[in-house]
Nanobody
Framework: QVQLVESGGGLVQPGGSLSLSCAAS????????MGWYRQAPGKQRELVAV???????NYANSVKGRFTISRDNAKKSVYLQMNSLNPEDTAVYYC?????????WGQGTQVTVSS
């Protein structure tokens, strides 16, 4: 089992920035892919960004150029730097761990972009 704990959400004004962190614990496989997903009210959960163990990244088109995902394998952590936030980014953000058929989710952290 892998446990994921997110932190860093909150309220920010449009155009502002936030940084999310996710710390993993438990039976961690170094080859796992980690990432961030989000779910806005009334919408399905969607991919935001993922990063492989080798550092290959993939972003949703809606966040390209604004968000940056990174990871620290030694700290078993993944991060999401979010810049130029807009109200459409408001959602609960979930950390994700994936290794073959093993998938774990964090509890989620709320990000609200509003003036």
């Amino acid at each position: 089992q892998v446990q994921l704990v997110e932190s860093g959400g909150g309220l920010v004004q449009p155009g502002g920035s936030l940084s999310l962190s996710c710390a993993a614990s438990g039976s961690i496989f170094s080859g796992a892919t980690m990432g961030w997903y989000r779910q806005a009210p009334g919408k399905q959960r969607e991919l935001v960004a993922v990063i492989t163990s080798g550092g290959i990244t993939n972003y949703a088109n809606s966040v390209k150029g604004r968000f940056t995902i990174s990871r620290d394998n030694a700290k078993k952590s993944v991060y999401l730097q979010m810049n130029s936030l807009n109200p459409e980014d408001t959602a609960v953000y979930y950390c994700n761990y994936r290794y073959t058929s093993l998938i774990s989710w964090g509890q989620g952290t709320q990000v609200t972009v509003s003036s």
